[in-house]
């Protein structure tokens, strides 16, 4: 008798489902910048909701104190920016303008080094120059850092879409804070029972973990641009430190890479004004490593995170490939609050369900 072969049946809902998932990943594609945009207030969001519980502490309507907070906070940056803004921007306007001085004195400082080792012949020199291509490794840095904010820029479609962005991401924020248990309970209950019930529970860990790494990040990228600042003008370097601290804590909120990136400019400095400058300058910034590695992050961020580091790599890594700078920036905390979800509905779950197994086996094993 010949066996029949196994039928394939394609049901009327299934294809349903499929065409209606379909069209919705297609509508997440062409709407990308208003997601990019949802993403940044739900991080801004969970960053502020701490501070916005502790005035509403006071007795303040939640609505009034969403304000109050939004509007101390626009109020100081503003003021932090009118009084220290036009030094920092007229530092690094400087810093950039004399970059290439920077560099040929870098270059010189190399050639004598290679001479020193005692490489001399004409052919050895040649390879040697074209390895320490200066020029070549700047160009490749700017165009690399060029790609990046290109990237940013085409996810916010251009300056003027970028500060409506900023705006709108603040505006959703604010709204998301003041009514956000009828918004969290109305997107819960779009899920059936036992999962809206699951997801309501998950709001909050979520939401604290991924405001205490941005609140970790920022106090700890503050930290650093201020010992930068103060180290470099105790070390000599007092035209420029400013400008180089407020790079430091810029580009340290970036995770892994951000402090060495940040090191380079000063280090730039440091070998042009020669002598023991760029050893004081290289130890410093070894001291800041060290401090922010041990101390700093331990304290004020790693707890926060509880992601392996490999993961938080890969999440800078990814964001950076997929939305440049901002995507460095807005990984690592959605790659927290998916650890918080997996090891909520994932991971307790099934060691609960291991452990309730395991009795029941030893006891089977004593009755045999």
Do not use: C
């Amino acid at each position: 008798m010949k066996s029949s072969a196994p039928s394939i049946t394609i049901s009327l809902p299934s294809l349903v489902k499929v065409g209606i998932l379909g069209l919705g990943l297609l509508l997440l594609w062409q709407l990308q910048n208003l997601v990019v945009v949802v993403m940044i207030s739900i991080v801004l969001a969970a960053t502020l909701a701490p501070i916005i519980q502790n005035v509403e502490s006071l007795h303040l309507p939640r609505w009034l104190a969403v304000l109050a907070v939004y509007f101390s906070l626009i109020g100081a940056a503003v003021t932090a920016t009118v009084v220290i803004g036009p030094t920092i921007t007229d530092q690094i306007q400087r810093i950039l303008t004399a970059l290439p001085g920077y560099l040929d004195a870098l270059t010189r400082v190399l050639e004598q080094t290679v001479i020193q080792l005692g490489i001399t012949e004409s052919d050895d020199l040649g390879m040697v120059n074209q390895i320490l291509d200066l020029q070549a490794v700047t160009a490749w840095t700017f165009r690399s850092g060029q790609k990046l904010i290109l990237q940013s820029v085409d996810i916010t479609k251009g300056f003027l879409g970028g500060v409506f962005n900023v705006l709108l991401a603040l505006v959703l924020s604010a709204y998301m804070l003041s009514d956000s248990e009828r918004l969290l309970q109305g997107l819960a209950s779009l899920f059936p029972q036992p999962w809206e019930h699951r997801l309501k529970e998950q709001v909050h860990p979520v939401s604290r973990r991924m405001g205490a790494y941005i609140q970790g990040r920022l106090l700890v990228s503050l930290i650093l641009g201020t010992t930068v600042s103060i180290g470099l003008k105790l070390i000599g370097i007092t035209e420029v430190a400013l400008g180089l601290g407020a790079i430091a804590g810029l580009t340290n909120l970036i995770p892994f890479f951000g402090p060495v990136l940040g090191a380079i400019p000063a280090l730039l400095v440091a070998v042009a004004q020669g002598g023991w400058t760029v050893v004081w300058v290289f130890l410093l910034f070894i001291i800041i490593q060290n401090l922010e590695t041990y101390v700093l992050d331990p304290l004020l961020v790693s707890p926060s995170v509880n992601v392996p580091p490999l993961y938080q790599l890969l999440a800078v890594l990814g964001g950076t490939q997929v939305l440049g700078i901002i995507g460095a920036l807005i990984a690592p905390p959605w790659i927290a609050a998916g650890g918080v979800l997996i090891d909520n509905l994932y991971l307790q779950p099934k060691r609960l369900a291991e452990n309730n197994e395991q009795p029941a086996a030893d006891t089977v094993m004593l009755l045999d």
